[in-house]
């Protein structure tokens, strides 16, 4: 394990602009990779760039 390769949440939440309530819903989700030290987390670099957001709602019907 690189501490490179790792973001705190505030950072985390920062590169994404994202809010750090909303990189706390993704860790509980399991939908980024995180490291866990105690109390604190360290999110995974890679998981974040490759976090794709999926559209809310519901799916777009043809006209007609």
Known sequence: MR?????TTAEA???TGYSLPH?????REQKIKVARFGK???VEKQS???YKPQ???RP???AG
């Not at 501490?3 to 973001?7: A, I, K, S, V």
């Not at 990189?23 to 860790?27: E, F, G, N, P, S």
């Open 23 to 27: 990189i706390y819903k993704l860790i």
């Open 48 to 50: 974040l760039e490759n």
């Open 3 to 7: 501490l490179e390769d790792y973001l």
């Open 13 to 15: 939440a920062q590169f």
């Open 60 to 62: 777009r019907g043809s």
């Open 40 to 42: 604190a987390y360290l």
């Open 55 to 57: 559209p809310v709602g």
